[in-house]
């Protein structure tokens, strides 16, 4: 019997350096272990192959750095996984070939997010990034020579020594290539990172120009047409009256608390009511999948209570009302008459959603609204 899960996560962790903000499951080097990884990806897909439905919406193939693997390997995995819907590769633009964009396409990806961030060379060199800003334009333009028409692209904003027209230089940069979407994220340096170190000083200075780096972004994209479909990311195509949905239909997904699996080392599982999380060790994973076991994992129930408020917190980062049917007992109505009264949010029916000004002030109000 098919399972409730449309959507599939496949963690590829393997990158060629670390970058200094990032606190995701990355592995460094250890190319020997590509084989064996992709082995148990697919051993561990089998496994758990009863929790997907019979038909997938989305397959989302992510890391690390996915397209830094073998392409032969790499297009073995994705063979080897369910068809979906949307099939979504991320790629730096280093990696990014000819040849390596012509076998995403042969072997069924929909999309690729391109991991940009920036097109300013003294930018890239902080972020510690090492595609320069041609390599970026070659990468898009490889994808676009063998017909890829969704792309997207990552740009980050609230880098050390970015100054107003840095990001309007990137802004413009990302517009002239004319993607279908678009991500643009605040920098946050997690606590514990090489860069919290380096430029913590640098970034609560900082700190209070995000507002306004913030709200160019915006009027920037909608401005040249996207849409502001979610607290950071951008679409062309809106979606409305029969026109093409670009919106990102598996990163969609999650905002709005639909089941998901997820494999790899890292990786995050919703499903049924359960949450469970791989253990980031590489070296156990792949001796738990050599056995037929599974891997190890941390798990976690989740109540009605916790559904329901990370609904109403995920939920309005969207530009779509939230039906308060679906959020129950986690929602404070004087909170939300209050904020109304404010202009940060409105209420029709039995609808909330933030206005464009409290989107702009985003998490902040949504805590107000938590009973």
Known sequence: MSGAARHLYVHLPFCAYRCGYCD?????GRSDSHRAYVDSLLAELELERGLLASELETVFVGGGTPSLIAANELTR????LPAADEVTVEANPETVTADLARQLLEAGVTRVSLGAQSFQPHLLSTLDRLASPDAVRR????????????ISLDLIYGIPGQSASDLARDLDEALALEPEHLSCYELEAKPGTRFSHTYGNELSRQSNAMEDYFERVVATLTEAGYRWYETANFCLGHGLAGGRDLRARHNLAY??????????????STVAGRRWRNRPSLAGYLAALTRGEPPRREVESIDAGVRQRERLLLGLRLDEPISLAQLGSAVDQDAVTR?????????????????????????GVTAEIIA
């Open 139 to 150: 990468a898009f333009y490889a994808l676009r020579d063998v017909t890829f028409d969704n």
């Open 255 to 268: 905002w709005l608390g639909r089941d998901y699996l997820g494999l790899g080392i890292g990786a995050v």
């Open 339 to 363: 904020l109304e009264r404010f202009g940060l949010l409105e209420q029709r029916g039995d609808e909330i959603a933030l206005t464009r000004r409290g989107r702009f002030l985003g998490g």
């Open 24 to 28: 995701f499951v990355t592995v460094v």
């Open 77 to 80: 995995l994705l063979a080897g």
